[in-house]
């Protein structure tokens, strides 16, 4: 009976523990989250408007620098820039992206897969592990931005992926990422980079009119790249925060199954500690009977 009492009381100190990181560990990533949250809101509207004004130029564009961004040709080789976080215990958002990403291949770059020419740049650690883990055609370049997260870094990449779609050793590209909405929500997207998506005019709609100064070729090439980089670096920030909200409602969670372990516990061991006074009180009486008899 000692034993047990021992042992329970030793589960009750490590659940305790336990309990102790999952309240530090929720804490750090409510204030990381805040920062990353502020960072995506402020930049949303700015890069939905850079988006806005990308596609409507494509559109309206009849050829030249521009219409290299938006080239749409037989799909060959594929390129995936797929961002998931550099540590866990942040619940299923790693393997949410990870199965999206592998659900997207087998969904619409099947025959491309099969020939080798489906390749996956990881921004994150977590994605590299599992994706060169399984004999995937992965590339590490980039798998450490949120080491140092800022728009330099983040440029890096966008200018790599959009010099391989010029130069014609992709044919495509797609971010795999998650849509921060709030702390406890994140919405798992895969959404074209590259080629540039046109947009589609509604009936009866008015045909943009831009007046370009300096000349329209030149001003394309210059903010072109620009509008990626803003792009790319908007899907970053938004994993970002989605990351650190994730990870804030799984270790509240851990906390409160921590909270009900302890409750169950305390009552073993309540119950333990009764059940051996109750004995201890038995072997009393009866020794005390013994001796009267």
């Known amino acids: 009976m000692a ?37 995506i809101i402020q ?16 559109s309206n564009a009849s050829g030249g620098t521009g219409m290299k961004f938006a080239e749409n040709r037989t799909i060959e080789n594929v390129l995936m820039i797929v961002i998931t976080s550099d540590r866990g215990l942040c619940g299923a958002y790693n ?4 199965k999206l990403t592998k659900a997207a291949i087998v969904e619409n770059y099947a025959l491309q897969f099969k020939k080798g020419n489906v390749t996956i740049w990881n921004v994150g650690k977590k994605g590299f592990e599992h994706f060169s883990k399984n004999k995937f055609n992965t590339d590490a370049t980039y798998k450490d931005i949120f080491i140092n997260l800022n728009f330099e870094n983040v440029q890096k990449a966008a200018q790599a992926a959009a010099n391989a779609f010029v130069e014609k ?5 797609e971010i795999v990422y998650s849509q921060f909405k709030n702390a406890g929500t994140q919405q798992n997207e895969v959404e074209r980079f590259l080629p540039i998506p046109k947009v589609i005019p509604q009936k009866g709609a008015t045909k943009a009119d831009f007046i370009f100064d300096p000349g329209k070729d030149e ?12 792009q790319l670096y908007k899907a970053v920030l938004d994993a970002n925060a989605s990351e650190h909200g994730a990870r804030m409602t799984a270790m509240d969670k851990a906390s409160e199954n921590a909270n009900e372990m302890l409750r169950s516990l305390r009552i073993s061991y309540n119950r333990a500690r009764q059940a051996a006074i109750t004995t201890e009180l038995s072997e009393i009486v009866s020794g005390a009977a013994a001796l009267q008899g």
Do not use: C, F, H, W
Not at 3 to 31: D, F, P
Not at 169 to 173: A, F, L, N, T, Y
């Open 95 to 98: 393997a949410n992206i990870i």
């Open 43 to 58: 930049m949303r509207p700015y890069a939905r408007k850079m988006q806005d004004i990308l596609s409507n130029i494509v």
């Open 169 to 173: 050793k992709v044919d495509v590209v």
């Open 3 to 39: 034993g047990q009492l021992k042992e329970v009381r030793n589960r009750i100190k490590s659940v305790q523990g336990t309990q102790q990181i999952t309240k530090a560990m929720k804490m750090v990533s409510a204030a990381k989250l805040r920062r990353a949250q502020d960072a």
């Open 219 to 230: 001003l394309i090439a210059e903010l072109i790249p620009k509008i990626l980089n803003t």
